[in-house]
């Protein structure tokens, strides 16, 4: 098993570009990262301010990468092709979901884990909040809390054609390297300015970008509405914070009042993956946190995470890092 600890987010890019294989090239502006079968990373700016990017590749092995530091980020962007893996009766299932987005990330820490061929191309641009709050948005005359009507940690998906423009115009401008650090921050201060425009945030505001009307499970439509959402999300929050509690799907339903199939269908559509998923990584993450603690015994691990059956929760760990606790244990007791 790979593993990687990052205390910052520019040591997790590098991190993470490495175990792709990818080496950086001398370039005169920008960073570039590239490997000898055509893929590459490209990008422009910083993590602590803006950063845009544009880049290709294909995850060569299993890793993990743990980042030790809070990230918060207005993201926005276009996958062309993205293959996740998804948990299906314990077996991993490739997931594809390429299409434009935008999300108000937030996340304290953590642990990703990555799979041998799962392949990415797109664009991305990058606001670290900090910045967003007390430099672009002062200097665009608007409040710290002028974008507060993005649900955080919501993918949206439905952008509109004026976000989308300007995207595809900073892919251009990376793509031929003629991006500036004067054209860096004009092009964030037009996204931002575009986003919070009425007609723009109305769209964000009411949901409209969240999900379509309608939903299509299979060859039936489920109609959502804006209360539906507002209840996904609050499960999606409930699961955050004490996923140890998590029993079944239809509990969640009867505690939050929505249908079982609206808020399976709902979630997965928002959160670009499935309730187990979601709780599965949350679960996990907590797990490998608590391993790294040589006072807890792994029966107690399984217990706080949720888990009636030690064997159960071996077998998920093992699933989604591709080694045992014990081992994940014995590994991180080496590296320190």
Same mark, same amino acid.
């Given at each position: 098993m790979i593993y990687h600890q990052a205390k910052d987010p520019t040591a997790y890019q590098t991190i993470f570009y490495r175990q792709i294989g990818l080496k950086k090239q001398e370039e005169e502006t920008g960073n570039s990262w590239r490997d000898d079968e055509g893929g590459y990373i490209y990008t422009f700016g910083t993590m602590d301010t803006i950063q845009m990017g544009i880049g290709e590749y294909t995850v060569p092995v299993d890793f993990l990468s743990e980042f030790q530091y809070d990230t918060e980020y207005l993201h926005a962007g276009i996958i062309y092709e993205g293959v996740t893996y998804s948990l299906v009766d314990n077996h991993m299932k490739e997931f594809a979901t390429p299409s434009a987005f935008l999300a108000m990330e937030q996340a304290a820490g953590g642990i990703n884990c990555w799979k041998k061929g799962q392949h990415f191309k797109g664009v991305e641009i990058s606001?670290?909040?900090?910045?967003?709050?007390?430099?672009?948005?002062?200097?665009?005359?608007?409040?710290?809390?002028?974008?507060?009507?993005?649900?955080?940690?919501?993918?949206?998906?439905?952008?509109?054609?004026?976000?989308?423009?300007? *995207?595809?115009? +900073?892919?251009?401008?990376? @793509?031929?390297?003629?991006? /500036?650090?004067?054209?860096?921050?004009? !092009?964030?201060? =037009?996204?931002?300015?575009?986003?919070?425009?009425?007609?723009?945030?109305?769209?964000?505001?009411?949901?409209?970008?969240?999900?379509?009307?309608?939903?299509?499970?299979?060859?039936?439509?489920?109609?959502?509405?804006?209360?539906?959402?507002?209840? *996904?999300?609050? +499960?999606?929050?409930?699961? @955050?914070?004490?996923?140890? /509690?998590?029993?079944?799907?239809?509990? !969640?339903?009867? =505690?939050?009042?929505?249908?079982?199939?609206?808020?399976?269908?709902?979630?997965?559509?928002?959160?670009?993956?499935?309730?187990?998923?979601y709780a599965n990584q949350v679960r996990m993450n907590r797990a490998a946190v608590l391993l790294k603690d040589p006072g807890k015994s792994i029966a107690e691990i399984s217990a706080l995470t949720g888990y009636q059956s030690q064997a159960a929760f071996r077998k998920m760990f093992k699933k989604w890092s591709g080694t045992t606790p014990g081992k994940f244990r014995a590994f991180i007791r080496e590296e320190n």
């Open positions: 606001v670290e909040l900090g910045y967003l709050r007390e430099t672009l948005l002062p200097f665009l005359g608007l409040s710290a809390e002028a974008l507060d009507f993005l649900e955080k940690n919501v993918r949206y998906l439905h952008l509109p054609e004026e976000l989308q423009d300007l *995207i595809f115009r +900073v892919e251009q401008l990376l @793509r031929k390297q003629e991006m /500036t650090e004067s054209l860096l921050r004009s !092009l964030a201060a =037009e996204f931002v300015s575009q986003l919070v425009r009425p007609e723009i945030r109305s769209v964000f505001a009411n949901g409209e970008a969240m999900l379509t009307g309608k939903i299509k499970v299979g060859k039936k439509e489920i109609r959502m509405k804006k209360e539906d959402f507002q209840k *996904i999300i609050q +499960v999606h929050d409930r699961i @955050r914070d004490h996923a140890e /509690t998590f029993v079944t799907i239809y509990a !969640l339903s009867q =505690e939050f009042s929505i249908g079982e199939q609206k808020l399976k269908a709902g979630f997965q559509k928002l959160y670009q993956q499935t309730i187990w998923d």
